[in-house]
């Protein structure tokens, strides 16, 4: 993996992850496909709407349907059909927030899993052993995610082992696959400070910012955010997990990262919420009920270019699944679409203005429940 930076707008990057599935332009935005499938998108579909690179989640494709039947089946890519790049979680972060029993060990997590209860084991050389067979072109160290709000001393003893594991995976890399790794720390900025430290010493093919957007207020996350970013080394990848609000993304990318990944398109779709360039609307409102005009008359999808807002609203509530397919092509292309938009505005030096213009239009709505938003 090799990275460059093409642009710089002060301290926000444009920069080409170059994998040898292609490359992919940043900041970049993954949109996460847990089982094996970005839900509602087939892998052409993703490819038409631009998305250069997506994420499967460890945790979810170890235990359903199992490493044993995708290695019979080719991998993740052949499985799946998608030929581009694949970033795998380590599945840490699902062991600590889906897993019903969890038990922290010297080389690992013993857990129960939240399917059917059976009990299993991922520590750094099962994650990485399990990243192998599915053959993602980046793997991520196993962490643990410290819950919010944790105390010092928690913070503490948590990042000593996500060192420790950090050093392990970094042991057990597997040949042709980049490996990122985790910063975490909570919101102790000494401790976020020292678990970069550690991770340095180690030397990773590029750094993610783990533990944001745990339940901390938006102040902090800002706060976490922009502190952590300029610790990161300016030449690799820099990963910030998780964070998907769009103005939180404006934030992020301001501090100088690079990639994201977030459910909240893709969720937000099934659930009837949509973003367009004049903020989020929820499709189901009476408004729209003879409204003939596309969901956004700005965006080229297939969904705007061919459905009214009318028909949207009638699938929505008739609970047909043609929405769900619908409402995601939009969501997803507005998230490609909007992070074209913001490569753009730092090739041309004007991001901070593009950041203030839309941060009038996302920039405060992070917290609203998305099932209320726009109602
Ligand atoms: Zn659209």
């Known amino acids: 993996m090799d990275f460059r930076i093409i642009a710089q707008d002060g301290s926000r990057r444009r920069a080409e992850i170059i994998t040898s599935r292609g490359v992919i332009r940043t900041p970049a935005f993954m949109p996460v496909g847990t089982l094996g499938t970005v839900k509602a998108m087939s892998p052409e579909e993703l490819k038409d709407i631009g998305a250069e690179i997506i994420l499967g989640n460890t945790y979810h494709l170890y235990l ?9 089946l080719g991998g993740l ?6 030929d581009k790049p694949i970033l795998t979680d380590s599945g840490g972060f699902q062991v600590f927030s889906l897993a ?47 819950p919010y709000p944790a105390t010092y001393e928690y913070a503490e003893d948590s990042i000593k082992i996500t060192t420790r594991w950090a050093r392990e995976c970094k042991a057990h890399q597997n040949e042709g696959q980049a490996l990122f790794g985790i910063m975490q720390g909570g919101m102790f900025r000494d401790l976020r400070r020292k678990s970069i430290e550690d991770l340095l010493e180690i030397g990773f093919d590029g750094y993610a910012v ?16 922009s502190f952590t970013a300029p610790l990161l080394p300016v030449d690799k990848p820099r990963y910030l997990m998780g964070i998907g609000d769009l103005g939180d993304m404006l934030t992020a990318v301001d501090a100088g990262f690079d990639m994201f990944d977030c459910v909240m398109p893709t969720r937000n779709a099934r659930n009837g919420t949509l973003f367009t360039s004049s903020g989020r609307i929820s499709i189901k409102r009476e408004e729209f009920k003879i409204d003939k005009s596309p969901l956004d ?13 009318g028909y949207l609203r009638h699938l929505f509530l008739s609970r047909e699944i043609l929405s769900m397919r619908l409402n995601t092509i939009h969501n997803l292309h507005f998230y490609q679409d909007f992070f074209r938009k913001m490569r753009s505005a730092i090739e041309e030096k004007r ?6 213009q839309w941060e009038g239009v996302f920039g405060h709505e992070g917290n609203v429940d998305p099932t209320i938003t726009g109602v």
Not at 64 to 72: L, T
Not at 297 to 309: A, V, W
């Open 77 to 82: 890519h052949t499985f799946m059909n998608w």
């Open 100 to 146: 019903p029993f969890r038990k922290i060990e010297e080389h690992g997590v013993q857990f129960r899993s939240h399917i059917d209860g059976s009990l299993h084991f991922i520590g750094p050389k099962e994650a990485m052993h399990i990243q192998k067979v599915l053959g993602s072109d980046i793997a991520m160290a196993f962490d643990e995610c410290i």
């Open 210 to 225: 783990g533990g944001v957007s745990v339940g901390e207020p938006k102040e902090e996350m800002h706060d976490i955010i």
């Open 351 to 356: 991001f901070g203005e593009f950041k203030r």
């Open 64 to 72: 359903r349907p199992g490493i044993d039947v995708i290695a019979a």
């Open 297 to 309: 008359p700005d965006c080229g999808c297939h969904t705007c270019r061919n459905y009214s807002r």
